[in-house]
């Protein structure tokens, strides 16, 4: 018989140890210590599957600070040794499903990362895949990973004695410019979820939906900006954000009549620029399509280093049960 339960105050230890190779835990206790200062994860937010008295699987929650209901779900593991692993992993996956439906929250994901690293050094992604469809996730995207620590990036040369690319903040410029911009630089993309949403949602929608999620991160004033040529003609903009343990390059994008002209190269490098100058601690990361070779040349040129993919699993909308 398995119980699954969340743990008490005491069993964070336990919990951090729980399926997890010993030269991990202490990396895994950091996390969980981060996150839970952060407002990320809460103690009870943390599952220990146990079987005959010793634990054998474990799953916890997250989200961000901003929000305060679970949107995925981390940590899940499985110890080598446990009885039907996976018939442990369903139930650890119908727990946290039943859990997150209690609690009201807008969606609830997975992501898969390739190759295992910390803080999570996720192992076995295809047994994992295999577990996460069986409970009816769905992968929603897939992605390249990019990271960035070095310096602050050169932003290019003045062309004529002028820069190329003149920058206006949200905080000048007004939501509805921004709901505007996100709208036209969302046409005619390669990101599959994008694509899906404005499918889903319309135009408009998606950008609001967009602006909602970018709203439920950590930003500073100055930091997203529409960019603009020298007629005054819009370009594009760049959204940097901060999440619990990075900063990010949130959104980016040109509008599609501006495109191949390497425009993006001038956002990347001005989000960047922006993240260095305030966050200058923390590493940068960012994600694109698999699909978005585009984007990802534009990472590489920018110095950006390319650790790993990663598959985004939620349960889809049409189960009625998100969203």
């Known amino acids: 018989m398995t119980l699954i339960r969340p743990i008490d105050v005491g069993e964070s230890p336990t919990f951090a140890s729980t399926a997890s190779e010993p030269d991990h835990v202490a990396d895994q206790s950091a996390y969980i210590e981060r996150l839970i200062g952060s407002g990320s994860m809460r103690h009870e937010w943390c599952y220990l599957a146990e079987q005959a008295g010793r634990p054998v699987g474990r799953f916890a929650f997250w989200t961000l600070p901003k929000i305060g209901t679970p949107l995925a779900i981390v940590l899940l593991d499985v110890a080598p040794g446990a009885d039907d692993r996976s018939a442990l992993a369903g139930g650890l996956l119908g727990r946290a499903i039943a859990d ?7 969606e609830l994901g997975h992501v898969i990362d390739e190759p295992a690293q910390s803080p999570q050094w ?14 009816g996730f769905r992968v929603v995207r897939a992605t390249s990973r990019w990271s960035f620590d070095g310096p602050s ?17 949200f905080e000048t410029v007004g939501e ?11 046409a005619d993309t390669v990101d599959e979820r994008v694509r899906a949403d404005r499918e889903r949602l319309g135009p408009a929608g998606e950008a609001h939906a967009t602006l909602d999620d970018l709203r439920s991160m950590e930003s500073m004033p100055g930091w997203w900006e529409l960019a603009f040529d020298a007629d005054g003609a819009l ?8 999440a619990p343990s990075m900063t990010t390059i949130g959104y980016i994008g040109v509008v599609p009549e501006q495109r191949g002209r390497h425009y993006v190269d001038d956002l990347l490098a001005r989000g960047t620029a922006n993240l260095r100058r305030d966050v200058p601690e923390m590493e940068i990361r960012a994600d694109t399509d698999l699909s978005n070779t585009p984007m990802a ?26 969203r």
């Open 100 to 106: 997150a439906l209690a609690t009201n929250t807008p």
């Open 176 to 186: 509805a410019a921004f709901l505007d911009a996100l709208e036209r630089v969302s």
């Open 235 to 242: 370009i594009g903009l760049i959204m940097p954000a901060r």
């Open 122 to 135: 996720q192992t076995a992604p295809q047994e994992r895949a295999t577990w996460l469809e069986a409970a």
């Open 153 to 169: 990036p050169d932003q290019g040369e003045p062309l004529g004695g002028a820069p190329r690319l003149t920058f206006r903040p």
């Open 297 to 322: 040349a534009a990472f590489a040129r920018a110095g950006y280093r390319n650790f790993g993919t990663r598959r985004e699993f939620e349960l889809p909308d049409g189960a009625g049960r998100w």
